[in-house]
């Protein structure tokens, strides 16, 4: 079935660049996303990429996405305390119904 | 600004007592999911429905746990009976489904149940 893992914790100084990485086993996934989450706050979707593009960037954020490699990470340049958040990857797939999220990644930012 | 709206936002009830939970999903899409997060398990797909009609309930507890679309504006999530271990946050997701891919998964805030 599908999996999609990431690692728990990061952890970055105010200013600099955050990259959170996901593996993903599913070669047949269409859409990669990103999603964010707040303390006390529900998943809030950051950005998306198509199977077909190596990469989005969108303000602050490139997604860089390594399809040979099952490989999906999220940069956050310039990372500012309000970016300390639990970052979720998660993917879907032609056919499937649902989304498949990791289990996040706690992104701490110190000042 | 569309979101998808959960009520109530929190609820503490006793072990036993009927706990529903409501979500308006955004308008315009046609699929609602249910999730369950808490520290030890992460989030978990509970439910999901696609144009009104159940298409998943494998995540959800049966004896307890009941997930129906009344209509496109509501969606609801009931569990009689309560248990201590139901404690946690859930979700309401809703998004787009076209043809065979899903995209745009949009969730709500939640509501956090806690059960005593």
């Known amino acids: 079935g599908e999996d999609v893992e990431q690692s728990l914790f990061l952890s970055v100084r105010e200013g600099d660049s955050s990259v959170i990485n996901c593996t993903y086993t599913?070669?047949?996934?269409?859409?990669l996303y990103w999603y964010k989450q707040e303390p006390g706050a529900g998943l809030q979707l950051l950005t998306y990429?198509?199977?077909?593009?190596d990469m989005k960037q969108d303000q602050r954020l490139t997604v860089l996405l390594n399809k040979k490699d099952k490989h999906l990470s999220l940069r956050i340049a310039d990372t500012q305390t309000g970016d300390s958040a639990i970052y979720f990857c998660a993917e879907g797939g032609t056919g499937r119904r649902a989304l498949t999220f990791g289990s996040g990644t706690r992104l701490q930012v110190q000042p | 600004d569309a979101r998808v709206t959960q009520t109530p936002r929190h609820k503490v009830t006793e072990m036993g007592q009927e706990v529903t939970m409501r979500c308006q999903p955004i308008l315009g899409h046609n699929t609602v999911f249910w999730y369950r997060q808490t520290m030890m398990q992460g989030l978990e797909l509970l439910a999901y429905f696609r144009n009104r009609a159940p298409l998943d309930d494998s995540g959800m507890p049966k004896d307890r746990f009941s997930a129906e679309m009344p209509d496109a504006t509501l969606a609801t999530l009931k569990i009689q009976p309560s248990e201590p271990r139901d404690s946690a946050v859930y979700f309401c997701?809703?998004?787009?489904?076209?043809?065979?891919?899903?995209?745009?998964?949009?969730f709500g805030p939640g509501t956090r149940l806690t059960v005593t």
């Open positions: 997701a809703s998004g787009l489904v076209l043809g065979q891919e899903i995209y745009e998964q949009y």
């Open positions: 599913d070669s047949s996934s269409t859409y």
């Open positions: 990429i198509f199977s077909n593009m």
